[in-house]
């Protein structure tokens, strides 16, 4: 559902969620509305719509990419200025791919590596 762009400049990115949110959106956005605390997986699935068979995967994911931080069984968010870049950035991501469709590698031509999903 579209929003008006006064909102869509003045409200927070953790208000701004629009639905089909990826795991990793869901894990940031939630992580980012308590900056000062940190969660256990188990505590991080209840508050999400995350599986929890997948919360620990995503996590792991966030964390090598500087995401979020964990010591123990516990995960806090990271800088939040970088999640709220991030999250920013998966929105456009999505909002691209709903309007445009998925892109095809195979149409980037020749020469074109795609990445793996180590990368």
């Known amino acids: 559902m579209p929003i008006d762009i006064e909102q869509f400049e003045e409200d927070p990115v953790q208000t701004l969620r629009a639905s089909g949110q990826?795991?990793?959106?869901?894990?940031?956005?939630f992580l980012s509305t308590s900056p000062?605390?940190?969660f256990t997986p188990k505590e991080?699935?209840?508050?999400?719509?995350?599986?929890r068979g997948s919360v620990g995967v995503v996590l792991s994911r966030l964390e090598e990419r500087g995401l979020v931080r964990h010591r123990g069984e516990y995960w806090a968010?990271?800088?939040t200025e970088d999640i709220e870049k991030t999250l920013?950035?998966?929105a456009t991501a999505r909002a691209a791919?709903?309007?445009?469709g998925p892109e095809d590698p195979d149409e980037?031509?020749?020469g074109v590596e795609t990445p793996t999903e180590d990368e």
């Open 77 to 79: 968010i990271a800088d």
């Open 108 to 110: 980037w031509g020749p």
């Open 36 to 38: 000062d605390q940190a």
């Open 88 to 90: 920013s950035a998966m």
């Open 44 to 51: 991080i699935h209840e508050a999400t719509d995350v599986a």
């Open 22 to 29: 990826t795991n990793a959106e869901e894990i940031l956005t």
């Open 97 to 100: 791919t709903d309007r445009l």
